[in-house]
Nanobody, 126 residues
Framework: VQLQASGGGLVQAGGSLRLSCAAS????????VAWFRQAPGKEREFVAT?????????YYSDCVRGGFTISRDNAIKMVYLQMNSLKPEDTAVYYC???????????????????WGQGTQVTVSS
């Protein structure tokens, strides 16, 4: 599966953005899809994931739980990340990633995903 992220931009603190991840290829519903982010000088960190074969099973990092929502539409091969109440520390390049496996021990790690899209920049001003 190939992925392309979009929807980033500049927003003021407290604002909202919705990121989109468009997938191409077969059997998209069989893939677990996640969002990661990487701020300048920092390692790539997990944000949220939505499990394969499910429209409701999700998992979030503690730092975004309650403010971000991940969702998917398998019919059009899209995954979304709705980001509300954004803070300057949410500034980063955001990446979507996918994998046909679901290894729970690595679901929040970059090694848990074999397919990556290019990033989209999110900048939150104070």
């Amino acid at each position: 599966v190939q992925l392309q992220a979009s929807g980033g931009g500049l927003v003021q603190a407290g604002g909202s953005l919705r990121l989109s991840c468009a997938a191409s290829g077969d059997s998209f519903a069989q893939y677990t899809v996640a969002w990661f982010r990487q701020a300048p000088g920092k390692e790539r960190e997990f944000v949220a994931t939505i499990f394969r074969r499910s429209l409701s099973a999700t998992y979030y990092s503690d730092c975004v739980r309650g403010g971000f929502t991940i969702s998917r539409d398998n019919a059009i091969k899209m995954v979304y990340l709705q980001m509300n109440s954004l803070k300057p520390e949410d500034t980063a390049v955001y990446y979507c990633a996918a994998d046909a496996r679901t290894i729970l021990s690595s679901i929040a790690m970059t090694r848990g995903y074999n397919n990556w899209g290019q990033g989209t920049q999110v900048t939150v001003s104070s």
